[in-house]
């Protein structure tokens, strides 16, 4: 959904005109679309590692990658879609547009995978009950020998509290996204969500990236073209 709905907002912006220049052309839509587009390419890489763990059948990763995978992806959906739908404006809220569907789907994801509380006290019975499996995620989140990613994970354990949990799958989400941005993304593209998501320098909603970090992914990721 992320995917398509960054493919449709794309198209548009390159195409509608809004004071004597491309939607693309301005800074502060380019800043949203970047910021779109990390979000799409960290949740797209972090379903193809959970789905190459069946594959290659690493039960142990997956039992613990999987429930973290479906919170924290089925809890950005939402917000990741009602963003790019008002970068069509009206254009994307009529149902002629393909936003509408993409928006009123995105909340179904944490219904049918699970509300994010289940999931959540999922995740922490399995940190208990089957150790390994946090040990297997941490030790894949720490291929990436970034020491951004090792100080946002310190104190993570199995003996996490109920309270704490949804903080606690959040953190190792991102962090699990992040070291496979390291890994297999250009580098503007990890540093920009390692900035953003890890050490807070943006702001809570999409398109708050710091200026020279939304050039580079727009650099990077070529949407441009």
């Known amino acids: 959904m992320m995917r398509r709905a960054l493919v449709e907002v794309l198209l548009y912006c390159r195409h509608r005109l809004a004071f004597g220049h491309q939607l693309i052309e301005h800074a502060l839509m380019r800043n949203v679309l970047a910021d779109l587009a990390l979000e799409s390419e960290a949740a797209t890489l972090l379903a193809m590692r959970v789905a190459r763990s069946y594959d290659e059948d690493e039960p142990a990763f997956r039992r613990f990658a999987t429930a973290v995978m479906k919170y924290w992806v089925s809890k950005r959906a939402p917000g990741h879609a009602a963003e790019a739908l008002e970068c069509l404006g009206g254009n994307g809220y009529v149902e002629e547009s393909p936003m509408p569907r993409l928006y009123r789907e995105a909340p179904l994801n944490s219904i049918w995978e699970g509300s994010g509380n289940v999931i959540v006290l999922d995740a922490l019975r399995t940190m208990k009950k ?83 970090a939304a050039e580079e992914v727009t650099a990077a990721t070529g949407f441009e073209s």
């Open 130 to 212: 089957e150790p390994e499996s946090l040990e297997r995620l941490m030790a894949e989140i720490l291929q990436a020998r970034d020491a951004r990613i090792e100080k946002y994970v310190a104190g993570i354990g199995r003996n996490a509290v109920e309270s704490e949990g949804r903080r606690v799958v959040e953190r190792l989400a991102m962090a699990l996204e992040a070291s496979l941005l390291i890994r297999f993304s250009p580098a503007a593209v990890a540093d920009a969500f390692c900035a953003s998501r890890l050490e807070g320098n943006a702001g809570r909603t999409f398109g708050t990236l710091e200026k020279r």
